[in-house]
């Protein structure tokens, strides 16, 4: 198993003193073509990492903005053979950015694991989120991931007791994604208050970087999770803006990529000025 962009990618932002922005697109939407702009366009704008979902007809973690983003996903035709040929792409240009899967089983036990696996590694993909695939289960995809060298990234919830973290910890790699709020994607606002705690609970279980995620609606509060995670993820505002482009006939690459430039910007100057002190991970001057 290697996780060299991620790792990388985690060093360079804690020699910046500075955490990460984590831009969640979706594959295919609005079109191919545009999610490729998109894509291509994520790393200048100020993603530090990639989030590329692959659509799926029934997304139960995810809120309306998700959902009608995988919809247009699909009407575009992108199958995960297809998200797996854009991730090709993107990373026929890049070579550094790491490039995480997020999706459901489903597609990829029809794809089939070592196929999957295989398939991925070679498109430069670094991870795979799998929501709906329990730790108890997660042997067999597991297994054909570690074999190719990619990642399988796990979430933790603030339902997660210590017993259940120690589980979660187990086979994953690269870092762990909080779900900062009870509930599905792009209805809640995170809390720093109560985000803190459970982020450093989350590293000492795990001893990996903590990306914070579903809760993160604008640049202000992208700042406020950057003063206390590893990474701030952004996903359901960032479609949101792929909708607006489309009813009011505006370029879509353009809107979003400057949405992800204010949150990136508001990442990127969350800590400055701070000093962090002991041995936690948290970076100063960080998102």
């Known amino acids: 198993m290697t996780t060299a962009r991620i790792d990388a990618r985690f060093a360079a932002l804690k020699a910046e003193g500075r955490a990460g922005f ?32 692959f659509p799926f007809s029934d997304p139960m973690a995810e809120g309306p903005p998700i959902q009608r983003a ?12 297809g ?6 792409a993107f990373r026929e240009g890049d070579a550094d950015t790491p490039l995480i899967l997020m999706g459901y089983l489903n597609p990829i036990e029809s794809y089939g694991y070592e196929a999957f696996a295989r398939d991925a590694a070679a498109a430069g993909v670094d991870g795979c989120i799998v929501v709906d695939c329990p730790p108890e289960e997660a042997d067999p995809l597991t297994d054909a991931l570690d074999a190719a060298s990619v990642s399988l990234i796990r979430l933790a919830t603030p339902t997660s007791d210590d017993a259940r973290l120690e589980l979660i910890a187990r086979r994953t790699s690269g870092f762990v994604y909080y779900v900062s ?45 950057a003063r206390v995670a590893d990474a701030v993820v952004a996903g359901s505002v960032l479609v949101d803006e792929v909708a607006a ?3 009011a006939g505006e370029p879509v690459a353009a809107r979003v990529l400057s949405k992800v430039k204010a949150l990136g910007d508001a990442v990127r100057g ?12 948290r970076m100063t001057a960080e998102i």
């Not at 969640?24 to 530090?48: F, N, Q, S």
């Not at 599905?184 to 989350?202: I, L």
């Not at 969350?270 to 991970?281: F, H, I, K, Q, W």
């Open 22 to 53: 984590v831009a969640y697109v979706m594959a295919g939407d609005p079109t191919r073509d545009e999610a490729l702009e998109i894509l291509r366009g994520l790393p200048a704008a100020g993603a530090d990492i990639i989030e590329l979902g």
């Open 70 to 81: 995988a919809l247009r996903g699909l009407k575009a035709g992108l199958t995960l053979r």
């Open 83 to 88: 998200t797996l040929d854009l991730a090709a």
């Open 181 to 225: 709020v009870a509930g599905v994607t792009g209805v809640k606002e995170a809390q720093s208050a109560s985000v803190a705690p459970a982020v450093e609970r989350v590293r000492r279980a795990s001893g990996l970087p903590v990306a914070v995620g579903f809760g993160v609606k604008t640049p202000e509060r992208a700042a406020e999770i």
């Open 245 to 247: 482009a489309l009813e």
């Open 270 to 281: 969350a800590r400055v000025g701070e000093t962090v002190l002991g041995s936690s991970p």
